[in-house]
């Protein structure tokens, strides 16, 4: 009964470089869902995407972050370019098509130093 | 654009006695579901209790239950018995009832539990 896989669970990165977030759904979802949670903040959502198409992105800041979610493999939150604001904890979250539950991974923690 | 407000940053509640945290929310939809998920320190997001807007009434899931108030656009989470493993932050959460709507969070309330 695999859940929602997010790897790495932590992630230190300089600032310049560039971070990769990997999210596994629930075998069967086609939805996925990217959050972002700053400290002592609730979770905001970031970008909604089915495979291979991404259908909100409007959370999502303009420049720097992209997100993908390939026919084979995991979905991909990439922030390039990270900076001391971009540290915070990155959920990701899936569903199957039709549900309103969506289940949500363990968390990266990105810190930037 | 809908948003989950949290009234209550902190909470606390001796061990054995009942909480309530309280939700309100504003949306223009008839169409909505309602969540509370439960974070501890381990920062995995727990589903605690949700709600389905268009029935009447209130969800309960063993200790826990809610008051659903549709027309005030209320949603509070009654905790019963505390219990020590209750201690966490607490996030209500809005998702409209139209396919693929992501989940709009509440800024979250910390329940602390006294022994």
């Known amino acids: 009964n695999a859940g929602v896989m997010q790897n790495p669970r932590h992630l230190v990165r300089r600032r310049g470089q560039e971070a990769r977030l990997r999210c596994s759904p629930v075998k069967g979802h086609s939805h996925v869902y990217w959050y972002r949670q700053l400290p002592e903040e609730g979770l905001k959502f970031m970008v909604y995407l089915q495979k291979e198409n991404i259908i909100d992105e409007s959370g999502m800041p303009k420049e720097r972050f992209s997100a993908e979610f390939p026919k084979e493999g995991p979905s991909i939150l990439r922030i390039q370019q990270v900076v001391r604001g971009d540290s915070a904890a990155y959920f990701c979250a899936s569903s199957s098509q039709g549900a309103f539950e969506q289940y949500f991974g363990p968390g990266t923690r990105l810190t930037v130093t | 654009a809908q948003t989950v407000t949290q009234s209550q940053p902190e909470m606390s509640v001796q061990e054995a006695e009942t909480v309530t945290l309280s939700c309100t929310y504003d949306?223009?939809?008839?169409?909505?579901?309602l969540f509370w998920y439960k974070q501890p320190p381990s920062r995995q997001m727990i589903l605690v209790i949700r709600q389905e807007a268009y029935k009447q009434q209130n969800a309960t899931e063993n200790r826990f239950s809610v008051n659903f108030q549709k027309a005030a656009k209320s949603f509070s989470l009654k905790i019963s018995d505390s219990q020590l493993g209750d201690a966490a932050m607490y996030f209500c959460?809005?998702?409209?009832?139209?396919?693929?709507?992501?989940?709009?969070f509440g800024p979250g309330t910390r329940l602390s539990v006294l022994p």
């Open positions: 949306t223009s939809e008839s169409d909505y579901y």
């Open positions: 959460a809005y998702r409209s009832g139209r396919n693929g709507q992501n989940f709009v």
